[in-house]
């Protein structure tokens, strides 16, 4: 049986962390070669994207597009890992706040930001994963970084009242770039309203140009029918595209980096002239620089 090449899209469920989803697949799949772009909290659910066979090379570069998220926030408790999966840290609760007041605070988490990772993630600290340092007892603080939020609505708010605690659940939508913590915005939303924040609810609705509507839920997935996008597909829908004539596509098969003009910034998905992937490549300083050769 030959090894698949291409991108599956999941709709995760809550639960299984995205490790599980990939173990899942590879028992389907019946092959090692399979790896997922972007984390999902165990809670979270939504848009998983995996890759099988030559496909996972593309996965770190899928990662890198924005996101979008559906989400509730819980003002008035704040928690270890700013979700609902956590300790609870703090209760100061949360009175009733008018729209408006609402509407203010999330303006100031638009467009760029400085944004501090939640402490439970999956960020390194000299070479180990902060979530391990913390599990462990040690008291860490990461270093802000620098995100881009590209929209934040608020839909429905709620009143509603926790263990005798009187708190506020607000509905909200999110698309940001990679590296964004909407764990952070939620803690980080209800500071800056003079209360704590935690994330209850979590779904991701897209990854780069791939969004719920292409998503197959984990249980339906079978052996037989994998819903594989195939290999050029998934790159040309993910990475602008360069078709090569004959000459330059062989030296690309070969490694070479060509001569190159403008062309637009990130990954570009590298194609000879029948359409087959051979590459994604970079064009910088006047050439085409190969990040992975495909054949």
């Given at each position: 049986?030959t090894?698949?090449?291409?991108?599956?899209?999941?709709?995760?469920p809550?639960?299984?962390?995205?490790?599980?989803?990939?173990?899942?697949?590879?028992?389907?799949?019946?092959?090692?070669?399979?790896?997922?772009?972007?984390?999902?909290?165990?809670?979270?659910?939504?848009?998983?994207?995996?890759?099988?066979?030559?496909?996972t090379?593309?996965?770190?570069?899928?990662?890198?597009?924005?996101?979008?998220?559906?989400?509730?926030?819980?003002?008035?408790?704040?928690t270890?890992?700013?979700?609902?999966?956590?300790?609870?840290?703090?209760?100061?609760?949360?009175?009733?706040?008018?729209?408006?007041?609402?509407?203010?605070?999330?303006?100031?988490?638009?467009?760029?930001?400085?944004?501090?990772?939640?402490?439970?993630?999956?960020?390194?600290?000299?070479?180990?994963?902060?979530?391990?340092?913390?599990?462990?007892g040690?008291?860490i603080?990461?270093?802000?970084?620098?995100?881009?939020?590209?929209?934040?609505?608020?839909?429905?708010?709620?009143?509603?009242?926790?263990?005798?605690?009187?708190v506020?659940?607000?509905?909200?939508?999110?698309?940001?770039?990679?590296?964004?913590?909407?764990?952070?915005?939620?803690?980080?939303?209800?500071?800056?309203?003079?209360?704590?924040?935690?994330?209850?609810?979590?779904r991701?609705?897209?990854?780069?140009p791939?969004?719920?509507?292409?998503?197959?839920?984990l249980?339906?997935?079978?052996?037989?029918?994998?819903?594989?996008?195939?290999?050029?597909?998934?790159?040309?829908?993910?990475?602008?595209?360069?078709n090569?004539?004959?000459?330059d596509a062989?030296?690309v098969?070969?490694?070479?980096r060509?001569?190159?003009?403008?062309?637009?910034?990130?990954?570009?998905?590298?194609?000879?002239p029948?359409?087959?992937l051979?590459?994604?490549?970079?064009?910088?300083?006047?050439?085409?620089?190969?990040?992975?050769?495909?054949?």
């Amino acid at each position: 049986m030959t090894a698949p090449d291409g991108v599956l899209v999941v709709d995760k469920p809550a639960g299984p962390t995205s490790h599980d989803v990939v173990a899942a697949v590879r028992r389907l799949a019946q092959t090692r070669r399979v790896g997922h772009a972007g984390t999902l909290d165990p809670m979270a659910t939504g848009v998983l994207i995996i890759g099988l066979g030559r496909a996972t090379r593309l996965l770190g570069h899928i990662a890198q597009g924005a996101k979008s998220y559906d989400a509730t926030i819980r003002l008035g408790v704040g928690t270890v890992t700013d979700d609902a999966q956590g300790k609870v840290t703090e209760t100061p609760g949360c009175e009733p706040i008018d729209r408006r007041t609402l509407e203010a605070a999330v303006a100031a988490f638009r467009g760029d930001i400085s944004q501090v990772p939640s402490a439970v993630s999956a960020v390194k600290v000299e070479g180990r994963r902060a979530y391990e340092l913390v599990r462990a007892g040690e008291d860490i603080v990461l270093k802000p970084r620098d995100v881009t939020v590209y929209s934040f609505d608020i839909g429905d708010v709620r009143d509603a009242v926790v263990d005798g605690l009187s708190v506020l659940d607000v509905d909200v939508s999110v698309s940001c770039s990679a590296g964004t913590y909407i764990r952070a915005l939620a803690r980080d939303l209800g500071a800056a309203l003079g209360t704590a924040g935690h994330l209850t609810a979590l779904r991701r609705t897209s990854v780069g140009p791939w969004s719920l509507a292409d998503a197959t839920p984990l249980d339906d997935l079978v052996a037989s029918q994998l819903p594989l996008l195939p290999l050029s597909s998934a790159a040309a829908r993910a990475f602008p595209a360069i078709n090569l004539g004959a000459e330059d596509a062989e030296r690309v098969r070969h490694g070479a980096r060509l001569p190159w003009g403008a062309a637009p910034a990130g990954p570009l998905a590298v194609f000879d002239p029948e359409g087959e992937l051979l590459a994604l490549a970079e064009a910088r300083d006047a050439r085409l620089m190969l990040l992975a050769v495909l054949v």
